[in-house]
C-alpha cells in the first residue's frame, strides 16, 4: 500500500470534534469526553484542515478549521500566552504541565497566511503573530522550532517582513547555539536525549535555512537529521533495530543511507539517552509525522532524492513498514492508532495519532503537486 492508494480523509477528525473544538483522545474510535481538549491539538488540527481545504476545497474541512481556529483564539491569555488543556465543561486547567502549545498556534497561524482559504482570514492570522513576537524567543525548544515553521508561513504570504526575517533568524540562532553547547563527537545532538518530536527541530533549521539563505542553519540540519536517521532507520537484514550509542550503527553511513528497510522510531518507554539504549516501543505517530516533514525540507533545501525515498519510507511507517509489520492507519475509520507497542498496535485513535497521519499524507500529497 502507498500513498496513491491513501487519500486524505477527515472522517475521523470529525468524530472527534463538537462544538468546542477537537477532543484529545479516543477510547477505541469513541471521543472520551472525560479528558477533555488541547490547544496543542487544535493548533495541529488547524494546520490539517487549511492544508486539506488547500487540496480539496471542501465545505467541511472549511467549518472544521474555523472551528479550530475558535479555539486557539480563546486560548490566549492577555499576556499572548497560550492556556493548553480545557475541561469538557470549558473551564481550563488549573496548573497545568508546561508545554509546546504555544509554538504550535504560531506555526497554524503561519499556515493560514500561506494558504488561507480566503483573504478574510489573513488580517487575523497576521496580527496575533505580530502580537506574539516578543514571546517567540521564551519558548521551549520544540516550540521555537515550530515557531520556525509559522514565521516562514508569514513570509510566504509577507517576504518583505524584515521583522518577522530577524525574528526567525534570532530563533534559528539560538536552536543552533543549543547544539553547539550540547553536541559531542559520538552525539551531533541538541539535548542529551532523543525523546518526543524529534525532527521537528532539524526540520525547522532546513526551514530557516531556505528561507533566510543561510548556510549554517543548513550545515546544522543536515548532520542533525543524518544522526536522526542513523538512530531510527534500520536496514532490512534486521530483525529488529540495533542502534549504538551516539549513532555508530555500522549498518549506516550518514552521507549515504540506505533506503531497504524501514523505521524504527525512540520508544516513549524510555527514550534514548545519550550513552543508554534507545527504546524501541512505544513508538508514536508524531515521530513519522515530523520526520516526513523533515525529510520534505531536506530535499527542498538540498535537491538530494535519498531524503524522497527516506521520506516514502517514513509515510510506509504507518502502513505496516514497521518493527511489527503490522499498520496503524485504519482504513475503515479513516483513524490512526496512538502507538506501536510490544504487543501490537494501540486500539485507541485519538488527536494526535490521526493528525499526525494526515500531516504527513498532506505533505506526501504536496509533493506530488
Excluded at 480523509?9 to 477510547?27: P, V, Y
Excluded at 502580537?131 to 515557531?147: D, V
Excluded at 524501541?280 to 535537491?303: R, S
Amino acid at each position: 500500500m502507498t500513498k496513491e492508494q491513501v487519500k486524505p480523509s477527515l472522517d475521523h477528525i470529525q468524530r472527534l470534534t463538537d462544538d468546542t473544538g477537537l477532543f484529545q483522545h479516543a477510547k477505541f474510535t469513541i471521543p472520551l469526553r472525560s479528558e477533555g481538549y488541547a490547544t496543542d491539538d487544535n493548533a495541529r488540527a488547524l494546520i490539517v484542515a487549511t492544508r486539506y481545504y488547500a487540496l480539496n476545497h471542501d465545505e467541511e474541512s472549511l467549518r472544521l478549521l474555523d472551528k479550530y481556529l475558535e479555539f486557539i483564539l480563546h486560548s490566549h491569555h492577555d499576556d499572548d500566552a497560550v492556556r493548553n488543556l480545557m475541561n469538557f465543561d470549558r473551564t481550563w486547567m488549573a496548573n497545568e504541565p508546561a508545554h509546546d502549545a504555544f509554538g504550535r498556534v504560531i506555526w497554524a497561524f503561519g499556515e493560514l497566511l500561506a494558504q488561507p482559504p480566503s483573504e478574510i482570514y489573513v488580517p487575523l492570522a497576521k496580527e496575533r503573530i505580530d502580537t506574539a513576537m516578543p514571546h517567540i524567543e521564551k519558548q521551549y525548544l520544540r516550540g521555537m522550532a515550530s515557531s520556525i515553521m509559522g514565521l516562514a508561513g508569514y513570509l510566504k504570504r509577507f517576504p518583505d517582513a524584515n521583522h518577522v526575517r530577524e525574528c526567525m533568524r534570532t530563533i534559528a540562532e539560538a536552536i543552533v547555539q543549543r547544539y553547539e553547547e550540547n553536541k559531542q563527537t559520538d552525539w551531533p545532538w541538541f539535548e542529551d536525549i532523543l525523546t518526543y518530536d524529534n525532527a521537528i527541530i532539524p526540520c525547522a533549521l532546513f526551514t530557516a535555512a531556505i528561507t533566510l539563505n543561510e548556510s549554517k542553519f543548513l550545515n546544522v540540519a543536515r548532520q542533525t537529521c543524518d544522526f536522526l536517521l542513523t538512530n531510527t532507520f534500520t536496514a532490512d537484514n534486521t530483525e529488529s533495530p540495533q542502534v549504538y550509542p551516539g549513532g555508530s550503527n555500522p549498518q549506516h553511513k550518514v552521507g549515504g543511507l540506505p533506503v531497504r528497510g524501514h523505521f524504527s522510531f525512540v520508544g516513549c518507554l524510555g527514550w534514548f539517552p545519550r550513552e543508554g539504549t534507545k527504546a524501541q516501543f512505544d513508538q508514536q505517530p508524531i515521530e513519522a509525522a515530523g520526520t516526513i516533514l523533515m525529510l520534505n525540507a531536506a530535499y527542498q533545501a538540498t535537491k538530494n532524492e535519498k531524503y524522497l525515498s527516506l521520506r516514502q519510507k517514513a509515510f510506509n511507517w504507518f502502513l505496516g513498514e514497521n518493527d511489527l509489520g503490522v499498520p496503524l492507519y485504519d482504513f475503515k475509520t479513516k483513524g490512526c492508532s496512538d502507538g506501536l507497542g510490544k504487543e501490537g498496535v494501540s486500539l485507541n485513535q485519538g488527536a494526535e495519532s490521526t493528525l499526525s497521519f494526515l500531516l504527513g499524507l498532506l505533505t506526501m500529497c504536496e509533493g506530488c503537486r
